[in-house]
């Protein structure tokens, strides 16, 4: 049974970092893609951020490109989020997901751990 845990959220001021990581287990990942979704109230659920477990291609959406970056660690399983010069609209609940390199729909979920940028 895969699980995805996140950490790291929390409560920072507009110009802050926080580092997120999503604990993946379950499986082996190496043909898998693993993606960082946010949701703020009210929104719909969006994509921030990807990377393959093999090989490390990246993709952003193009309003954190340049402060954000996605990493793996392979050893661990885990892939991180690091944000840095946070703004108030970076506000959400961040999710971790996976799903096959091939295939369109993600098949496992995290929790979802909750960003708070202040103004």
């Known amino acids: 049974q895969v699980q995805l845990v996140e950490s790291g959220g929390g409560l920072v001021t507009a110009g802050g970092s926080l580092r997120l990581s999503c604990a993946a287990s379950?499986?082996?990942?190496?043909?898998?893609?693993m993606v960082w979704f946010r949701q703020a109230p009210g929104k719909e659920r969006d994509f921030v951020a990807g990377?393959?477990?093999?090989?490390?291609?990246?993709a952003y959406r193009d309003s954190v490109k340049g402060r954000f970056t996605i990493s793996k660690d392979n050893a661990k399983n885990t892939v991180h989020l690091q944000m840095n010069s946070l703004k108030p609209e970076d506000t959400a609940i961040y999710y971790c997901?996976?799903?096959?390199?091939?295939?369109?729909?993600?098949?496992?979920w995290g929790q979802g751990t909750q960003v708070t940028v202040s103004s």
């Open positions: 990377i393959n477990w093999s090989g490390g291609s990246t």
């Open positions: 379950g499986r082996t990942f190496s043909s898998y893609r």
């Open positions: 997901a996976t799903r096959p390199i091939t295939a369109i729909q993600y098949d496992s």
